[in-house]
């Protein structure tokens, strides 16, 4: 019970790896505002959460809109106290060529997935600061530290690894951690769409992956859940890939070397 007494934020709550984290950390005491722009989501979720006995409170939360973000920071303290622990785990992916990529998409896949972070992480921080204790997890993605298509969402996802580092920096001092995690594909609701179109699109994937499979959000939810414990109380600003060894190399590239003439071997 790791979190026993601790209120968390999880953005995104309703669905695919929000939903694990929020059932995660109930699962270990902590109480849990399950917050999603589709308010039917985070119900649903919250009332799973309290079925199976644990502390929830559902908010239909649009993290691009200030107002919503501050509502929910007050319903969570009202409600429970003030915020321990808050993943940003809410983004959007708009699926769409470079070139067709209008305005609108772009403005909305990076506000969700950037600018949403931002607001949330403003508006815990100074109820973090005035406790001298608090947590921030951001969740990122391989695609900020690499080409996987999605521009505006890997745009947005790399700017998650500065807000970290900027955030881990300046609140440091006031005993604020600020961690992301860059997770690689994961079996979530998000790729629904694309797997109805292409049924066989994770085994191909998984060829990609040294360990041969893609995620689980179970996967990813161990590594949140140490990064928010005081198991990992030193550290802060980091980013932690957790993608089944995808990030750490090409073995197609480097066996298209090998065969390669021999002074091309380094
Ligand atoms: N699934 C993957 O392959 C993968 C890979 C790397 C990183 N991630 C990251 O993991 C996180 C969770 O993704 P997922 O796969 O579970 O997605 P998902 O689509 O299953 O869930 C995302 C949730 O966010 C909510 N949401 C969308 N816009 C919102 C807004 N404006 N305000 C509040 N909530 C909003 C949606 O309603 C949905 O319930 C995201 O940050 C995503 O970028 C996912």
Known sequence: MRFQGCVAIITGGGSGLG???AHRFAAEGAAIVVADVVGQRARAVADE????????LAQTTDVTRAADVEAMVMAARDEFGPVD???NNAAQATDADFLDVGEETWDGDVAVTLKGSFLCSQA??????????GVILNIS????LGYYGNEAYSAAKAGILNLTRSLAVRYGPFGVRV???APGTLKTPAWEQRQQKDPGVFERVAKWYPLGRVGEPEDVAGAVLFLASDEAAWISGAVLPVD???TAGNMQ?????????????Q
């Open 141 to 144: 993605s391989v695609n900020a």
């Open 124 to 133: 815990v921080l100074a109820d973090m600061t005035k406790n001298g204790s």
């Open 244 to 246: 089944g060894g995808l």
């Open 253 to 265: 590239m480097m066996q298209e070397i090998i065969k390669g003439p021999k002074d091309h071997i």
């Open 49 to 56: 959460i309290s079925e199976a006995g644990g502390k929830s």
């Open 179 to 181: 961690n992301a995690i």
């Open 19 to 21: 939903r694990v984290l």
């Open 85 to 87: 622990i808050l993943v």
